[in-house]
């Protein structure tokens, strides 16, 4: 969302990982995943593919170019972040401290757009989905404080903090990270 979001408002080019996984699960045999498969090991299993792609965007002089999506996690920025001081800027959003009622009605009340893949699934589905999303939630909230990296949690006050991603991301905010 914040992607899009940046797309919309500025017109900053985007590029999500999601697409290019879902490409590589459709589309090639023995990746080694598939769409079952932990975000964390489909993230493993794709970096040295992502990090040719960022490192190309960056040697091709594309700046200001944002790019999102599961398949990347804190340490894979932070080597980036090493390798090309001052080139990349990054955060992870998450939910680690949502209720799983309050998400699924939050979901079904402002969700249902054509590319709401939660849409067509009955309530119990989605449920699962958001307790993986708040477990893994965590899960990245302390590896970005314990790799230095912004993170947002958007449990509450969602598009408030949606706009604190924004002003970080552009410069203009300060990083944050769940205490």
């Known amino acids: 969302m914040l992607s899009r979001m940046l797309l919309e408002k500025y017109k900053l080019p985007y590029f999500s990982l999601d697409f290019l996984m879902m490409g590589l699960i459709n589309g090639m045999d023995n990746i080694g995943f598939d769409g079952e498969t932990h975000d964390r090991i489909k993230a493993e299993k794709m970096w040295p593919l992502v990090k040719a792609l960022l490192t190309n965007i960056y040697e091709e002089g594309a700046s200001d170019y944002v790019i999102e999506g599961v398949a990347i996690l804190p340490k894979h920025f932070k080597e980036l972040e090493k390798e090309f001081?001052?080139?990349?800027?990054?955060?992870?959003?998450?939910y680690p401290n949502t209720e799983c009622e309050k998400k699924l009605q939050k979901i079904r009340q402002f969700g249902?757009?054509?590319?709401?893949?939660?849409?067509?699934?009955?309530?119990?589905?989605?449920?699962?989905?958001?307790?993986?999303?708040?477990?893994?939630?965590?899960?990245?909230a302390e590896e970005c404080q314990a790799e230095?990296?912004?993170?947002?949690?958007?449990?509450?006050?969602?598009?408030e903090t949606l706009n604190l991603a924004e002003n970080y991301m552009l410069g203009q905010g300060e990083a944050r990270n769940v205490c």
Do not use: A, Q
């Open 85 to 94: 001081p001052d080139s990349f800027k990054g955060c992870w959003l998450g």
């Open 112 to 140: 249902g757009g054509k590319d709401d893949w939660l849409r067509d699934m009955v309530d119990g589905d989605v449920r699962e989905v958001i307790n993986y999303g708040i477990e893994y939630s965590k899960e990245l």
């Open 148 to 159: 230095g990296v912004s993170f947002f949690d958007t449990s509450y006050k969602f598009l």
